[in-house]
């Protein structure tokens, strides 16, 4: 196993030097210009193999080394990345991320964390087996509105948390990855895995068993994906929750938590681009706060790169990507046979609270290069 030295930045902390693997949109969008405020982190290589990206966004954010796919493992074995990015379709992450761990190279990778369990499971034991670290990409573990939520679900303010209900739909272009099952594609594995994950650290425990039911308007674009999926799982003392994801659908990102004495509304929930929103209800008197727009990648490149100087252990890790993987397959199989679908036991005690919170500015919006967004705009 090579162990990559980091490089001293002139205030003497370490910088870890990150290759971020895959050229898309959130990448572009989104993980690229975070980095001129992760002060800890370093955008040292990008890989790709769309020449043009390479070319054009090495020289804009003044990138010194670029690879293709095919050189990724000389990229990972270098010397100079101590952590990759990965912001690959779903059913490419396993395929970067286990290499990268077993070279001494820390994987920072986009959720869903991979396609199936023993992907996931692959993933943990070669971070576990190469003393590499493995962080996975839930955002909104360090944003303001989602982490006041589970604070709140858990003060007793609302009550006891009965219920939990999300609706996450948007329009997704026909030919977008999203639509593509052999990439890991469908609106579980997409934006399924954020109302299931809101869900698991509202109620703070796992379910025991889950009922899915997926819908399809007969498009040509949904031909190998689900349109729309609804799901009800039961979790623990005998609590509910339920969401609806589809691509097909006007953009709604909205979760809601209904608790003996009160009840909170985010709304929008999920998005990174824009502001988000609490509606509280309490005994009868309603209050609003807003969040404003910040950064929302910053954070997570800012924590990665702590955990990976000071040697800690870190949350989000493999076992809450593998948390909710093994519940969208469960659904998808719920969903395929018609019946209820009843979970084992899952151990996970780590959850998201408010000391992980940061906030940073955002950022302007770049120009993107040969990139759209899921609905086609750009």
């Given at each position: 196993m090579k162990s990559a030295q980091t490089r001293a930045s002139s205030s003497g902390q370490k910088k870890i030097r990150y290759a971020v693997v895959g050229l898309g949109y959130i990448a572009q969008v989104a993980v690229?210009?975070?980095?001129?405020?992760?002060?800890?982190?370093?955008?040292a290589a990008l890989v790709s193999d769309d020449s043009i990206k390479l070319k054009k966004l090495s020289k804009k954010y003044k990138v010194p080394q670029t690879f293709s796919y095919q050189d990724y493992h000389r990229c990972i074995d270098s010397g100079e990345i101590d952590a990759v990015y990965i912001a690959l379709p779903n059913n490419m992450h396993r395929d970067y991320s286990v290499p990268a761990l077993k070279a001494g190279v820390h994987v920072l990778c986009e959720?869903?964390?991979?396609?199936?369990?023993?992907?996931?499971?692959?993933?943990?034991?070669?971070?576990?087996?190469?003393?590499?670290?493995?962080?996975?990409?839930?955002?909104?573990?360090?944003?303001?509105?989602?982490?006041?939520?589970?604070?709140?679900?858990?003060?007793?303010?609302?009550?006891?948390?009965r219920a939990f209900n999300s609706v996450f739909t948007m329009q997704v272009k026909h030919g977008d990855i999203r639509l593509q099952k052999e990439l890991g594609?469908?609106?579980?594995f997409d934006i399924g895995v954020y109302c299931i994950n809101a869900a698991r650290n509202v109620f703070r425990a796992e379910p025991v068993e889950v009922f899915g039911f997926s819908?399809?308007?007969?498009?040509?674009?949904?031909?190998?994906?689900?349109?729309?999926t609804s799901a009800v799982m039961r979790f623990p003392d005998e609590r509910l929750a339920s969401f609806t994801t589809s691509f097909g659908a006007s953009d709604i990102s909205a979760y809601e938590l209904v608790g003996?004495?009160?009840?909170?509304?985010?709304?929008?929930?999920?998005?990174?681009?824009g502001s988000l929103k609490h509606h509280i209800t309490i005994k009868g008197r309603n209050r609003e706060k807003l969040f404003p727009k910040r950064d929302q990648f910053a954070p997570e490149l800012i924590y990665f790169s702590d955990c990976i100087t000071k040697e800690t252990d870190p949350e989000p890790s493999g076992r809450e990507?593998?948390?909710?993987?093994?519940?969208?397959?469960?659904?998808?199989?719920?969903?395929?046979?018609?019946?209820?679908?009843?979970?084992?036991?899952?151990?996970?005690e780590a959850r998201p609270?408010?000391?992980?919170?940061?906030?940073?500015?955002?950022?302007k919006k770049p120009e993107l290069v040969r990139a759209a967004s899921p609905s086609g705009r750009k």
């Open positions: 690229l210009p975070a980095f001129a405020k992760a002060k800890n982190s370093e955008l959720k869903p964390m991979a396609v199936t369990e023993s992907e996931c499971e692959e993933m943990i034991d070669a971070a576990g087996d190469n003393g590499t670290k493995l962080m996975i990409a839930y955002r909104l573990h360090f944003e303001e509105a989602n982490l006041k939520a589970i604070e709140l679900a858990k003060s007793g303010k609302l009550g006891d948390i594609g469908g609106t579980l819908a399809n308007n007969g498009e040509k674009r949904f031909e190998e994906v689900d349109e729309m003996t004495e009160g009840s909170l509304r985010v709304d929008p929930a999920y998005e990174h681009a990507g593998l948390a909710d993987v093994r519940i969208v397959r469960a659904l998808y199989r719920s969903a395929a046979t018609r019946e209820p679908v009843k979970l084992g036991p899952f151990e996970r609270t408010i000391q992980q919170e940061m906030h940073e500015p955002p950022a």
